[in-house]
């Protein structure tokens, strides 16, 4: 079977593969339809990425369709098309145990840790996929980077009457302001990025949105009559714009990171202190966070119109991966088309 590996920094190989062995009991193999590509690819490619190592098949954004169940297998059937909750963890180890599946201390990532699924087949265990037919494959490639935002707005205990403010327009920060909106918030969103602000503006007219400035805080007080948002979820993983969510936030407000950065973060303490600010961060996603945006998919209280805006040939990939870094392209989300 075909695969592409990234060898080093900058190098994909499109490789052949032995075919998979039948799966083992509790398993299934899938055959991978649709592949989003995150943030964590375009690190990879890069050599940026933390908790990675060279050679590795990227991948974890998947829509798959279920070609052969193992023994013992019960809620999937042969020809089902499935999402993937790409992390598992090696041990059942304290966090696991309290149900924090999604920060265990042995966790693996498909495409981080272990090979993923820029490749035709891939074996997984059978209680990580969930089926989800009624759906299209554009949607089930989008639940992982929807469900890091479903995960996100769980961690920041999001309330009616809180305000919400989302740092960084792009595909996980649109996902965040999708599930923010559901807990009935005002949500604005800050952004240097003018393209991606108008895709905010124009699919959710109800959000702010604010233009990356040296007076954001000014801007937000202008526009919340001298308030500031309760709650700030940033979603760049740059270092300075996760420093300077401490004075975005509101006395008495929580702050939530979602994105990763590599290296040390600072902070007054003073002002940690005077505000009393809730610091929390937020690590992948959990099995429940995959079935409630089935629910919400289906049921049409999340869309992806228009967050998709490239696509690629998985033959031709490694070929034309590197057009998605041009500022030019405008990339909100990109997808791997395998057939």
């Known amino acids: 079977m075909k695969a592409i590996v990234l060898e080093t920094p900058q190098q994909f190989k499109k490789i052949e593969k032995p075919y998979p062995h039948a799966p083992a009991p509790q398993e299934v193999l899938l055959k991978v339809r649709r592949l989003g ?26 829509a798959a369709e279920v070609v052969a169940l193992g023994e013992g297998v019960k809620h999937l059937e042969v020809g089902d098309i499935c999402a993937v909750m790409p992390y598992r963890n090696k041990e059942e180890d304290q966090a696991v145990r309290r149900g924090k599946t999604n920060c ?17 087949f891939i074996l997984y265990p059978a209680s990580q996929v969930f089926p989800a037919n009624e759906l299209s494959l554009d949607q089930i490639a989008m639940i992982e980077p929807l469900a890091i935002g479903s995960h996100a707005v769980e961690r920041a205990d999001i309330q009616a009457d809180d305000i919400v403010l989302v740092v960084g327009a792009g595909p996980i920060g649109i996902g965040t302001v999708a599930m923010a909106l559901l807990k009935a918030a005002k949500v604005m969103v800050l952004d240097v990025n ?11 007219p109800s959000v702010e949105c604010v233009q990356l400035s040296d007076s954001v805080e000014e801007s937000l007080r202008d526009l919340l009559s001298g308030e500031l948002p309760t709650v700030v979820l940033d979603a ?14 509101a006395a008495g407000g929580t702050i939530v990171y979602i994105g990763l950065f590599i290296g040390e973060i600072t902070f007054q303490d003073p002002l940690f202190h005077r505000k009393e600010i809730t610091l929390k961060a937020s690590r992948n996603a959990l099995a429940s966070d995959f079935t409630k945006l089935i629910r919400l998919l289906k049921a049409g209280l999340v869309d992806i119109e228009g967050y998709i805006t490239h696509r690629l040939a998985f033959d031709t990939l490694h070929e034309t991966f590197t057009k998605l870094y041009l500022p030019e392209e405008n990339v909100i989300k990109a997808v791997v088309e395998f057939e």
């Open 236 to 249: 760049t993983g740059n270092k300075e714009s996760m420093q300077k969510c401490f004075e975005y936030v």
């Open 37 to 62: 590509i995150c943030g964590t690819d375009l690190h990879a490619y890069r050599g940026n990425q933390p908790f990675f190592t060279y050679p590795r098949i990227l991948g974890h954004e998947i």
């Open 194 to 204: 003018a393209n991606r602000l108008a895709y905010i503006a124009h699919k959710f």
């Open 104 to 120: 265990g201390s042995t966790l693996s990532v498909l495409g981080v840790h272990e090979d993923g699924a820029m490749q035709e």
